[in-house]
């Protein structure tokens, strides 16, 4: 068990409001010229990026919220904002905060199905869209639901909504303003996944949010105040609409930290671009960098790649010692010239890296704080307020994702699934108090993450074992779909080489008592074992990121499988699990963290088909099949026997793999 230190810092200032709208009007009337943001210049090239200050802002703000209260939003009305992540956004999110309204925000990429299930599910009466097909999804959905009064195409700078409330005065959002609570729900968020179409929304409070981003402060603002009072900028790689990114936006105003939005782009591009001296990514832009100058390394000669190597040694060497002796110091400033092109890939200006969601291995975490670059690893879930642990300079351990904030307790069950307790948690899942309940045992909340805790209160996270909103209360144990311990659905594998990604994967066999039960004589019917197998393709398919299934049986000493991958829903698994945006296609179906996540499904679809049924090892492939290939029919059934002649070669290491392990 573990406790946050206590700590006052920074961030301590936010705690006393109310409501997250006051973060921005408390930061305006103390300093109106204070720097909050920074847009790239219209009609300008070369990157150039202009600041907002908190006085004009705060002024746009209450533009924006005199339109909505116009447009008839009242308190406790949920707004739909599905644009771009741009300064719009976020003014939309402070005005809907400021007439104690709930926000729900969704990514312009959100399939067409779960933008009608999130608006079906929270009923919201006005909705800001950007782009046509998403436009004429909500707008189709304003004759089934009639709280859904206005649905607005966003414009830059709201010009439409503004115009609304022109005419009102100030003090009828400021009257909403006042009377929010801590307690008062903010956002529904809607998590981006692959587990399944219909996440839940998970609410989240003004003062859940507010805590969270203060207590991230103050754990990280020691290393940002050194750059001096106004100094700190950051650039962030996370969505708008996804807890990360919200909590990378309230975290910056909590600390007075300039924060740049849009630019459009690879982010690299952006960041050296922008120059931020607080850079908030995933673990995956940190590996593309070193991937990146090791390549370089690797093209120029041997020579070059031994002395990179060399340099990556003292780097770690130097970030794990506790005292620097003269030798290190010595040899370390030898590859600064090294040192120097990581840098400059950063910005040239990067002063902390913050790592949203851990996954950085220790080396390379030593290796970011040898090069002059720390990393301060922090991990949180949306129910968590998107942060419940974080390193921090001076209680840093390479890999970890740190201790646990101020007033949170962390503890791992027998299973290994970390579970919190205290501080910033979620209010609970958008109608559906069952679902809230389930999240629960005996009042800790269950992550859906595997983890431990070192004896100096250290936290690590290994990776999913479902996910959260999968769970239901058993008595005396944690289980997924109620039959199984939670750690079960989806069992984490040991790790595959990077070098050498493995498409193959075995899968455990199901223990017998799992098995579809044997069908009595006196049953009038028998399910035949064509038909078992075509259903268990039928439950396979069913996930959203699978396309198609062909289970082998015949001829074979056991069962096995081809699966193919959803192209569209691969870069929802890319977004979330923080990989490049480099990242083909081909890469991501070999990566070890979605073959985990469809071993899990194979596993639990193994459930339903007796044990000579069951599929013991599978392989990914990142492309469908398609009629144009040969490999499926106009109906869209497979064509069995093409596919089996295509992918023969797959299909015997599936069997090779097996008889090896």
């Not at 199905?113 to 869209?129: C, F």
């Not at 992918?647 to 008889?659: A, C, K, N, T």
Request: charge should be negative.
């Amino acid at each position: 068990m573990v406790m946050g230190e206590a700590s006052v810092g920074p961030g301590g200032w936010a705690r006393r409001v109310s409501g997250l709208s006051d973060l921005v009007y408390a930061t305006a009337t103390e300093d109106a010229h204070a720097e909050l943001f920074s847009v790239p210049e219209e009609g300008r090239r070369g990157g150039r990026w202009v600041s907002v200050s908190a006085g004009a802002f705060a002024t746009d703000v209450t533009g924006v919220a005199k339109g909505l209260v116009a447009a008839g939003v009242g308190e406790g009305d949920r707004v739909l904002v599905m644009c771009a992540d741009h300064l719009d956004w976020v003014r939309l999110a402070f005005a809907v905060w400021s007439v104690r309204a709930v926000l729900v925000p969704l990514p312009v990429s959100a399939a067409p199905e779960r933008v009608v299930h999130a608006v079906r599910q929270t009923r919201p009466a006005a909705a800001v869209v950007e782009g046509e097909g998403p436009l004429r999804a909500v707008a189709a959905l304003q004759r089934e639901l009639p709280d859904l009064g206005r649905v607005w195409r966003f414009e830059p700078g709201l010009a439409e909504i503004v115009s609304l409330g022109a005419y009102m005065d100030a003090s009828s959002v400021r009257f909403r303003r006042d009377a929010t609570e801590p307690e008062d729900v903010a956002v529904v968020l809607y998590p981006v996944s692959t587990v399944s179409r219909w996440m839940r929304g998970v609410a989240l409070s003004h003062g859940a949010l507010v805590g969270a981003a203060a207590d991230l402060v103050d754990r990280l603002g020691p290393r940002v105040a050194e750059l001096g009072p106004g100094k700190a900028t950051a650039l962030s790689d996370a969505a708008l609409s996804q807890i990360q990114g919200l909590a990378t936006v309230l975290a910056c105003v909590v600390g007075r930290v300039r924060l740049g939005l849009g630019g459009g782009g690879r982010f690299l591009d952006r960041v050296r671009g922008f120059g931020p001296s607080v850079l908030v990514c995933g673990a995956g832009v940190l590996e593309e960098v070193f991937e990146g100058e090791r390549g370089s390394a690797r093209s120029t000669g041997w020579d070059s790649l031994g002395t990179f190597n060399s340099a990556v040694d003292a780097a770690v060497q130097f970030d794990r010692s506790p005292k620097k002796s003269a030798w290190q110091r010595l040899s370390r400033s030898m590859y600064d010239w090294q040192f120097a092109k990581v840098r400059e890939v950063l910005g040239d200006r990067a002063h902390l890296v913050v790592c949203w969601g851990g996954g950085l291995s220790d080396r390379l975490d030593s290796f970011y704080g040898g090069v002059g670059v720390p990393v301060m690893q922090v991990f949180g879930t949306a129910e968590t307020a998107g942060v419940f642990a974080a390193n921090a300079v001076g209680a840093r351990v390479p890999g970890s994702v740190g201790r646990a904030l101020e007033g949170r307790e962390v503890w791992v069950s027998r299973e290994g699934e970390a579970h919190v307790r205290g501080g910033a948690v979620f209010a609970g899942y958008w109608g559906d108090e069952a679902g809230t309940r389930s999240a629960f045992r005996e009042g800790w909340l269950a992550t859906g993450f595997a983890g431990s805790v070192d004896g100096d209160g250290f936290v690590s996270v290994r990776g999913r074992l479902r996910a959260q909103a999968a769970v239901e209360a058993v008595p005396g144990r944690f289980s997924a779909g109620g039959a199984r311990p939670a750690v079960e659905a989806a069992p984490v594998v040991e790790a595959v080489e990077v070098e050498e990604p493995v498409v193959e994967r075995p899968v455990p066999e199901p223990d017998a008592t799992l098995a579809f039960p044997v069908v009595e004589a006196e049953q009038p019917q028998v399910v035949s074992d064509a038909e078992l197998v075509a259903g268990f393709e039928g439950r396979l398919r069913s996930h959203p990121l699978i396309s198609q299934v062909l289970v082998i049986v015949e001829g074979r000493p056991f069962a096995s499988a081809l699966i193919t991958l959803v192209r569209d829903q691969l870069e929802y698994w890319r977004l979330v699990n923080g990989r490049p945006l480099s990242m083909a296609p081909e890469e991501i179906a070999g990566d070890r963290d979605l073959l985990r996540e469809v071993q899990g499904l194979v596993y639990e679809a193994n459930r339903s088909v007796p044990r000579h049924l069951a599929v013991r090892s599978f392989h990914v492939l990142a492309e469908e099949f398609t009629v144009q290939s040969g490999l499926v029919h106009p109906s869209g059934e497979l064509r069995r026997e093409a596919v089996l002649r295509a992918f023969s070669e797959e299909i015997d290491g599936l069997y090779r793999v097996r008889r090896e392990q």
